[in-house]
């Protein structure tokens, strides 16, 4: 990144636009291979659900570290997050946000999974109600 | 360039977490970081708020998924050659909306017009697929109140829909601003945050079709 007085330019900001063309075939190029390896990795997540090669309770997890993956895939081929200076914060904004969703799935799944547990079975609570 | 030479050397050399003066735009010696990234950061904290909503609608279809109520199980009401091609839809969607900001950085009217159509005729045949599956299971009597799991599956996925639908709308508006007004620097973000939302879509699509459906067609 070059150093220049950045005050006055607010109005051309538009840095990475209008360059050269080789540099569009390069964004082609990562859009590309970003289709081919979500598709990659669409197309094992449906094998892995229709195969028997894979030990049964293995499955959820191999799918939902392939849902990972693909995942992942997506934001760096197709959202462009990457480590440049110009991206950390939107990083850190992610890592947060991570963070909450991990919270809000586990924590929900955790706690309703031991209230089932507690909870006494259906038939003995009509019993008590007699 | 010899302003650029004495802003190096007046750059603080003891700032904690750099190594030498960081001259990136944003971070203090390069100055203010551009509209467009301000904005595109701006939407990205939109889009990790609604994340959230969607790891809350997630978290209460994991707990509930089990809950039938007597009614269909989710291995048998889910259609894996379905999923599949409404998989096929959005991702060719997302493809085409990257060639779309190829296009817009090209300022080419046409190529861009036309990578908008494309991504919004893939966009449109992943409604019609999921409203074709949803006006099934309706027909079947296993609507979102039969129990629930079909309430959690209906909340998660028909939530996902209507922000597709949304999307699709916004689509049009930007196919229509292009047209009317041009490249303009402001349209341009309007762009970058609708391109943003469409990914992000494509994103919770696949934790959809990978933990709901086929998670769910072996449980």
């Given at each position: 990144m070059?150093?220049?007085?950045?005050?006055?330019?607010?109005?051309?900001?538009e840095d990475d636009r209008g360059g050269a063309s080789d540099e569009h075939m390069a964004h082609l190029g990562t859009y590309a291979l970003g289709l081919v390896l979500a598709t990659g990795l669409t197309i094992a997540s449906f094998w892995v659900a229709k195969t028997h090669?894979?030990?049964?309770?293995g499955v959820p997890m191999a799918l939902a570290t392939l849902a990972v993956a693909q995942m992942g895939i997506h934001l760096v081929f197709f959202l462009h997050l990457t480590t440049a200076p110009d991206n950390t914060n939107n990083i850190l904004a992610l890592a947060f946000g991570l963070?909450?969703?991990?919270?809000?799935?586990?924590?929900?799944?955790?706690?309703?999974d031991h209230l089932n547990h507690n909870m006494m079975p259906m038939q003995q609570i009509m019993q008590m109600q007699r | 360039m010899s302003t650029a030479d004495s802003t190096i050397t007046i750059a603080d050399p003891f700032r904690l977490g750099h190594r030498g003066p960081n001259l990136a735009r944003g971070h203090g010696g390069g100055g203010p970081a551009t509209k467009r990234v301000v904005v595109g950061y701006g939407f990205w904290l939109f889009l990790l708020t609604d994340i959230i909503i969607f790891a809350c609608l997630f978290a209460s279809y994991a707990v509930l998924a089990q809950a039938t109520a007597g009614g269909p199980t989710a291995k048998q009401i889910f259609d894996t050659d379905r999923v599949a091609w409404e998989t096929a839809?959005?991702?060719?969607?997302?493809?085409?909306?990257?060639?779309?900001?190829?296009?817009?950085?090209?300022?080419?009217?046409?190529?861009?017009?036309l990578a908008l159509l494309a991504t919004g005729l893939t966009g449109l045949a992943f409604i019609l697929l999921e409203s074709s599956e949803f006006a099934a299971l309706n027909a079947q009597g296993y609507g979102p109140s039969r129990s629930a799991f079909l309430t959690g599956f209906f909340t998660l996925v028909g939530c996902h829909g209507v922000h597709v639908t949304a999307g699709l709308l916004w689509l049009g508006t930007m196919m229509a601003q292009f047209y009317a007004k041009g490249f303009r620097p402001d349209i341009g973000?309007?762009?970058?945050?609708?391109?943003?939302?469409?990914?992000?879509?494509?994103v919770v699509w696949v934790a959809i079709f990978s933990l709901v459906y086929l998670v769910g067609t072996r449980l």
């Amino acid at each position: 990144m070059t150093a220049h007085a950045h005050g006055d330019d607010l109005e051309h900001e538009e840095d990475d636009r209008g360059g050269a063309s080789d540099e569009h075939m390069a964004h082609l190029g990562t859009y590309a291979l970003g289709l081919v390896l979500a598709t990659g990795l669409t197309i094992a997540s449906f094998w892995v659900a229709k195969t028997h090669l894979i030990y049964d309770p293995g499955v959820p997890m191999a799918l939902a570290t392939l849902a990972v993956a693909q995942m992942g895939i997506h934001l760096v081929f197709f959202l462009h997050l990457t480590t440049a200076p110009d991206n950390t914060n939107n990083i850190l904004a992610l890592a947060f946000g991570l963070l909450i969703v991990g919270l809000v799935i586990f924590g929900s799944v955790w706690i309703m999974d031991h209230l089932n547990h507690n909870m006494m079975p259906m038939q003995q609570i009509m019993q008590m109600q007699r | 360039m010899s302003t650029a030479d004495s802003t190096i050397t007046i750059a603080d050399p003891f700032r904690l977490g750099h190594r030498g003066p960081n001259l990136a735009r944003g971070h203090g010696g390069g100055g203010p970081a551009t509209k467009r990234v301000v904005v595109g950061y701006g939407f990205w904290l939109f889009l990790l708020t609604d994340i959230i909503i969607f790891a809350c609608l997630f978290a209460s279809y994991a707990v509930l998924a089990q809950a039938t109520a007597g009614g269909p199980t989710a291995k048998q009401i889910f259609d894996t050659d379905r999923v599949a091609w409404e998989t096929a839809c959005l991702l060719a969607s997302s493809f085409c909306c990257g060639l779309a900001t190829i296009a817009v950085a090209k300022r080419d009217q046409f190529l861009t017009q036309l990578a908008l159509l494309a991504t919004g005729l893939t966009g449109l045949a992943f409604i019609l697929l999921e409203s074709s599956e949803f006006a099934a299971l309706n027909a079947q009597g296993y609507g979102p109140s039969r129990s629930a799991f079909l309430t959690g599956f209906f909340t998660l996925v028909g939530c996902h829909g209507v922000h597709v639908t949304a999307g699709l709308l916004w689509l049009g508006t930007m196919m229509a601003q292009f047209y009317a007004k041009g490249f303009r620097p402001d349209i341009g973000r309007r762009f970058l945050c609708f391109s943003m939302f469409w990914h992000f879509l494509d994103v919770v699509w696949v934790a959809i079709f990978s933990l709901v459906y086929l998670v769910g067609t072996r449980l």
